[in-house]
């Protein structure tokens, strides 16, 4: 489309097809500046454009996030890129590392760009890299629509390690059956002098030694694993399918263990200041300490003084060197239920930085006033000396300011913990003014045996001492990106979007079947949402509302450019309080020395430029160790299930497609799936406007919230699955016949021989299996 040239005389304003149709043209996002300078558009068709664009966004042509607008699906200018293929002309192909089918459909094939002689030290990708890639307009054949990158890192070489279970063949060592979803039907071959003491069943680790056009991969067994039961091998699983690295380099290790002590040289010392830590009970490393006191000030009565003090990682990690380039690498500590995979070693991260009690450590500390009804007065940042006062639990916090104080606590409550909850009295005042989303999600926690099984599932009490902790450091979050931008620093912002309109139209499709409205998009803040959240308190659809509007959410994310933070309703907002597991806070923290001269090591001109690629990396690890935590989680589960096949539960229908439902367990939270095909003897199709599947002859009718009972017909341990059948009724409903219809309703084998109804706990007196007519 010719650009229109820029004249005195008055432009057009071009038509709607003509913008979106240049919107789809660009890579990328673009904005209303973009768009008025290529239509040369000027005076009031700047104002008639920007009513036209709220337009083409109400009405979900185009997607508006981070300020700007782009095609839906469309690819940011840098993304991370699994190379899994070639084309017919011999080109690599890759598909972006994350992306949301639901939302955009299939992910898009991306040209890899390999020049034909590269320079000296210019990454060179090949199959199965996971690459760092930036996308152009083009550089193929004119007709060739797919997007083209350049690739600017290699994050990581395609593996010949991985893991699987062992199916031993007698005579011929054996096979090995991948964990990996993406590599199921690709079996290797395991020779038997290359199968070591692996025995069938096992879980082993092996490396792909030898490939062929002809037959499977010939792989050695490195490591056996142990059993598909223990919580080590789950853990594995999770790590390896991911491709998390769980093991230091020995450089790394060797930089750690050359680490000594800091002194306190040039820093402000804060060692009498009775800072304390308020942690989970088993926590390892501790990197923040807080205290609180009553602002003296004439001009601020009923105000405080807060101090917020965050180990200082970045005297020991510094840029460029072993632990600073595996940390990058690593992005985050992972947490599992019995384990943690940290970012920097133990060394560094339980010992040098972790504030420990009554022991001298180096920290940033963020020193804020604030008013009596919580708003900032004032904010600084200092280069300290500090030493921990105590190491305190929340629940042990929370009880001694309650009156139940201990030993350690009995001489704090007074002097230090007090002031800190009349602080968070404050605080809270604040924030329910600023109003953020406020989802209501218990949070489940595994508990495991001495075995490594899990024992049960519990929901742990949320206290007062959680949120006093959450304020203050969300407080630190925001003083740290308030003072980069102060100082024109580069910062790595915390980024959250407001929703997709796609989200949002299923959401309100949602929310009819409850008779609830959803504002116009456009006038969407997370206070309406808390309003949606308030109408189903108390209600047995509070919960799944709850999960409803949490999946309408973008996701937050980590970038140099900022858009502010969606969810917490604030304008600019950084992770500054987490340096020991979060390497987005290593570069606050370093971007901080910067700007306010506290040292030699604070960030350098070659990390300020890249930011970009430095956050989408940690962006990709940080989901990747959510999908890790997340599907372990759904592993020990199953396993825990896997011997209750035939018992009977009470659920919660969570989703739905036209293959069938989804449920949430009452009592676990686990998530399983009950196949359409098994509900009854009717046809139920799916009604997506009702949110719920419709029985063709009958009008029975199962929606989205619903109350059931099911169960357990197969637990997959090994994919984290449970597959369900039905055994209560759906609603009452109308058959195809229209109003009136005759509903018919059906017989339901229970598998109980005295033919009551079947009841959360039960126990069928033959198994599901062994109805008549199911084989």
Request: glycine share 10%.
């Amino acid at each position: 489309m010719p650009r229109r040239a820029k004249t005195g005389s008055p432009s057009t304003l071009p038509s709607r097809d003509e913008v979106l149709a240049f919107i789809a043209s660009q890579a990328g996002r673009v904005g209303k500046r973009e768009i008025t300078r290529h239509f040369g558009l000027h005076g009031a068709d700047k104002t008639a454009l920007k009513a036209l664009l709220k337009d083409i966004v109400d009405e979900g042509l185009v997607a508006k996030g981070r300020g700007k607008l782009s095609k839906h699906g469309a690819l940011p200018p840098v993304v991370l890129v699994d190379i899994l293929t070639r084309d017919a002309d011999g080109d690599l192909v890759g598909t972006p590392a994350e992306w949301d089918e639901d939302e955009h459909g299939a992910p898009p094939a991306i040209v890899i760009a390999v020049p034909h002689r590269p320079r000296p030290g210019d990454p060179v990708p090949g199959l199965g890299d996971r690459a760092l890639v930036r996308l152009s307009d083009g550089g193929g054949p004119s007709d060739d629509p797919r997007p083209v990158g350049r690739v600017m890192k290699i994050l990581e070489r395609g593996r010949t390690r991985t893991i699987g279970v062992f199916r031993a063949v007698p005579g011929h060592g054996g096979r090995l059956l991948p964990i990996d979803k993406k590599n199921v039907g690709r079996e290797l071959s395991i020779p038997e002098e290359a199968a070591g003491d692996a025995r069938d069943g096992d879980l082993v680790a092996v490396d792909i030694v030898r490939t062929s056009r002809f037959g499977p991969p010939v792989a050695k067994v490195r490591e056996r694993l142990g059993n598909l039961t223990s919580e080590r091998a789950v853990s594995l699983i999770a790590l390896e399918v991911h491709g998390i690295p769980y093991v230091f380099r020995a450089d790394t290790l060797a930089e750690a263990e050359r680490a000594e002590p800091v002194s306190v040289g040039q820093r402000e010392d804060w060692r009498k200041l009775p800072l304390v830590t308020i942690d989970p009970p088993d926590a390892k490393d501790h990197d923040d300490a807080v205290h609180a006191e009553p602002d003296p000030a004439e001009d601020n009565a009923g105000g405080f003084i807060l101090t917020i003090a965050i180990a200082d990682v970045a005297a020991y990690v510094r840029p460029g060197t072993a632990l600073d380039r595996e940390a990058a690498v690593r992005g985050n500590s992972v947490y599992f239920p019995d384990r943690v995979v940290p970012m920097l070693p133990e060394r560094i991260s339980n010992d040098l930085c972790s504030l420990k009690p009554r022991e001298d450590r180096p920290a940033l500390a963020c020193r804020v006033v604030i008013r009596a009804d919580g708003r900032r007065k004032t904010h600084s940042f200092h280069r300290i000396m500090m030493r921990s006062a105590a190491k305190l639990a929340y629940a042990q916090a929370q009880a001694a300011v309650d009156g139940h104080p201990d030993g350690t606590t009995d001489g704090l409550v007074a002097p230090v913990l007090k002031p800190l909850w009349d602080a968070y009295a404050a605080l809270k005042r604040a924030r329910d003014d600023r109003e953020p989303l406020d989802l209501d999600l218990p949070e489940r926690k595994i508990v495991l045996t001495a075995e490594g099984t899990v024992d049960r599932v519990v929901i742990p009490q949320r206290l007062d001492a959680h949120r006093l902790i959450e304020e203050m450091m969300i407080l630190a979050n925001v003083c740290a990106a308030e003072t980069l931008e102060k100082h024109r620093t580069p910062c790595m912002y915390r980024i959250h979007d407001a929703p997709s309109m796609e989200k949002l139209n299923a959401l309100k499709e949602f929310l009819k079947t409850l008779d609830i409205a959803l504002p116009k998009a456009a006038l969407l803040r997370p206070l309406n949402f808390n309003q949606i959240l308030a109408r189903a308190k108390g209600t047995e659809s509070a919960e799944l509302v709850n999960q409803v509007v949490l999946r309408s959410q973008s996701q937050a994310q980590y970038d140099p450019e900022n858009i502010g933070h969606f969810g917490l309703n604030l304008r600019r907002y950084a992770h500054f309080t987490s340096p020991i597991r979060r390497y987005a806070d290593l570069i606050v923290h370093r971007g901080l020395i910067r700007a306010l001269g506290f040292g030699q090591d604070g960030l350098t001109d070659g990390q300020a430029a890249a930011l970009s690629e430095i956050a989408a990396e940690i962006s990709a690890a940080e989901r990747r160790a959510m999908a890790a935590e997340r599907e372990t989680v759904d592993r020990l589960i199953a396993a825990h299930l896997s011997e209750r096949v035939g018992d009977v539960f009470g659920a919660r229908i969570s989703g739905m497609t036209r293959s069938g439902l989804f449920v949430k367990l009452d009592d676990t939270g686990a998530d399983g799936f009950v196949p359409a095909s098994t509900i009854g003897g009717d046809y139920f199709r799916y009604e997506e406007g009702l949110q719920a599947l419709v029985g063709t002859k009958t009008g029975e009718t199962y929606r989205l919230g619903d109350t059931v009972t099911v169960r357990l017909v197969e637990a997959a341990p090994v994919a984290g699955a449970l597959r369900f059948e039905l055994m209560s009724d759906g609603r009452s409903g109308l058959a195809a016949g229209g109003r009136g219809a005759h509903i018919v309703r059906k017989k339901r084998d229970d598998g109980f021989s005295d033919g009551r109804r079947a009841r959360p706990g039960d126990k069928p007196s033959r198994p599901p299996w062994k109805k008549k007519g199911r084989k």
